[in-house]
DNA sequence: CAGATCATGTAACCTGTTACATGATTTC
DNA sequence: GAAATCATGTAACAGGTTACATGATCTG
């Protein structure tokens, strides 16, 4: 249960609500990690029963209420707890390569369009992650002032983007590869 | 759902069991995918339903009887479908940089100590892809002659080993970062 | 006038993991 | 004598996605 200290995390900046956290997720950490409102919600009512959140409800007349989450030092405790446990490598799914796995079956130009397509989306990515990204994790450096804080964010980015490069790459050599394999 | 299509995939090589579509998955594209045996026995019962398998039962005395699964000319059909589908960029889901990004309240020591796991972690999955996955594709490949198949299954490899030589990069890079932070 | 933003949720569904159940044979 | 191999499964649970429901205000 990522989500839960994700949650936390944020949570131990400011108060806040889900959806605001969900802004922050598709903000700050959508490049490794997020979850929809229809997750965000039940997950914020049961780390309430648990104690480790409080809830201060702010009345809107023409919009449902605004519900803020506050973290306990409950939360804090088990947030910094969670930080220190060693964590095991992240296992891998990508469907991606079972198609090139059994890519045997099909024409080159069949594989290659595929592969072409995969460059396309994680060039498209890298330039995301170098601008939008970049952006969102600067304007929220300056607008807080969380320099510390900050230079981890960025640290998150430099993985996304050398991924995406990894990825940039493999694809490059890939395409030159299977256009030079005999067609038979 | 993925996992239909692997097994489709591997029973277009030829007939197997559940139990024998495991130890594929094992030796050959755990790098990327895997399934429990839980999983796979009721899929390959859905999938027979459907019409993509057929199945023949060996009878044994002493162990339960092996079901042997053929793949049909409709399987055929719908594998060859899927691998000509273009693919979304995979998402992906870290809760080791969630652990990161987050990492501004944790004091330097205890940070370095989840890299150097990490670090430690990738290295050893790199010598395994080298050495162990590696192998299993090269015997694979001379045990069944599948050369032309072969250079795929080296191709998804390659992916693997980029994906890990990225990761080693990134916490080189990391580790050496933060050691020059000044722990405020 | 359509679509985004703000703001909350519930319900059904899909995928995958863990635990449980059985049991003989082979290997260390 | 313990653990791995062969061979099948079921049941409960966890996590996440998609669809549905409501409704005012603001933006293009």
Redesign the pocket.
């Known amino acids: 249960?990522?989500?839960k200290y994700a949650l936390l995390g944020f949570l131990s900046y400011q108060p806040m609500?889900?959806?605001?956290l969900k802004?922050r997720f598709d903000h700050s950490i959508d490049h490794f990690w997020?979850?929809?409102?229809?997750?965000i919600?039940?997950t914020?009512?049961r780390m309430k029963e648990e104690g480790l959140l409080t809830m201060d409800v702010e009345f809107?007349d023409?919009?449902?209420?605004?519900?803020v989450y506050h973290i306990t030092n409950s939360g804090r405790d088990e947030l910094r707890h969670w930080l220190l446990e060693l964590e095991d490598a992240p296992?891998i799914?990508i469907s991606f390569l079972i198609k090139v796995f059994f890519a045997g079956m099909l024409k080159k130009e069949d594989v290659l369009a595929q592969l072409q397509h995969q460059l396309a989306l994680h060039q498209a990515q890298l330039v995301d992650y170098q601008e939008t990204v970049r952006n969102h994790i600067h304007e929220n450096i300056e607008a807080t002032g969380m320099k510390r804080d900050g230079e981890f964010w960025e640290l998150t980015l430099e993985m996304g983007i050398k991924f995406e490069e990894g990825w940039i790459e493999w694809c490059e050599e890939t395409i030159e590869k299977i256009e030079g394999m005999n067609d038979e």
């Open positions: 249960m990522s989500l609500t889900g959806y605001d802004q997020n979850a929809e409102l229809s997750q919600y039940p914020l009512t809107q023409d919009k449902p209420n605004r519900k296992q799914r």
